[in-house]
Antibody
Framework: QDQLLESGGGVVQPGRSLRLSCGASGFTFSSYGMNWVRQAPGKGLEWVAMIWYDGTNEGYVDSVKDRFTISRDNSKNTLFLQMNSLRVEDTAVYYC????????????WGQGTLVTVSA | DIQMIQSPSSLSASVGDRVTITCRASQTITTYVNWYHQKSGKAPKLLIYAALSLQSGVPSRFSGSGFGTDFTLTISNLQPEDFGTFFCQQSHSAPFTFGQGTMLEIK
């Protein structure tokens, strides 16, 4: 069964850093594009970042550019999100999400990990 | 960025009803629209992709239509488990924006 499992969330002060991880199982991780999508408490969904199946291309929403970095280790079936200079408005549940490539849909979601940025 | 405007923001319907949710894109996106269903505290689940294709395992009472800028999700014969929030999303170009959501309450 295809699964994604996020970890690394928690409470952090503004300006600090946090690294999220997402372990994949049940499918050939290296064949899929991967994304992070977040949802602030009681709010809608916001796409955050994407990385191609082979890690050669990345994309970010403007609000996290130059602060967040998406990466992957295909040998360990793991996706990462390095979040630096965190802001209160980054508080959200962060979902690890699979896609088939640019212009396709998000067909597999993890259960999410909560990041709370608070003084 | 492409904006996705969803309507209505909420609705209430009875079991057996037919429900329609619409999404309008701020520019033409051909059929690059997907629909998701989210229940409280859970991750979203893909229902419809490429405007009208039913995701594997999703009941056939869900259907999608539209092209260009205007899209529709229809739920026929509404079931109790269909409550929750529905989101449209464009996959035409980054950033891959979502609609603001439609909260469906079962009467």
């Amino acid at each position: 069964q295809d699964q994604l499992l996020e970890s690394g969330g928690g409470v952090v002060q503004p300006g600090r850093s946090l690294r999220l991880s997402c372990g994949a199982s049940g499918f050939t991780f290296s064949s899929y594009g991967m994304n992070w999508v977040r949802q602030a408490p009681g709010k809608g969904l916001e796409w955050v970042a994407m990385i191609w199946y082979d890690g050669t291309n990345e994309g970010y929403v403007d609000s996290v550019k130059d602060r967040f970095t998406i990466s992957r280790d295909n040998s360990k079936n793991t996706l990462f999100l390095q979040m630096n200079s965190l802001r209160v408005e980054d508080t959200a549940v962060y979902y690890c999400v699979r896609d088939l490539g640019l212009g396709t849909h998000f067909d597999l979601w993890g259960q999410g990990t909560l990041v709370t940025v608070s003084a | 960025d492409i904006q996705m405007i969803q309507s209505p923001s909420s609705l209430s319907a009875s079991v057996g009803d037919r429900v329609t949710i619409t999404c309008r894109a701020s520019q033409t996106i051909t059929t690059y629209v997907n629909w998701y269903h989210q229940k409280s505290g859970k991750a979203p689940k893909l229902l419809i992709y490429a405007a009208l294709s039913l995701q594997s395992g999703v009941p056939s009472r869900f259907s999608g239509s539209g092209f260009g800028t205007d899209f529709t999700l229809t739920i026929s014969n509404l079931q109790p488990e269909d409550f929750g929030t529905f989101f449209c999303q464009q996959s035409h170009s980054a950033p891959f924006t979502f609609g603001q959501g439609t909260m469906l309450e079962i009467k």
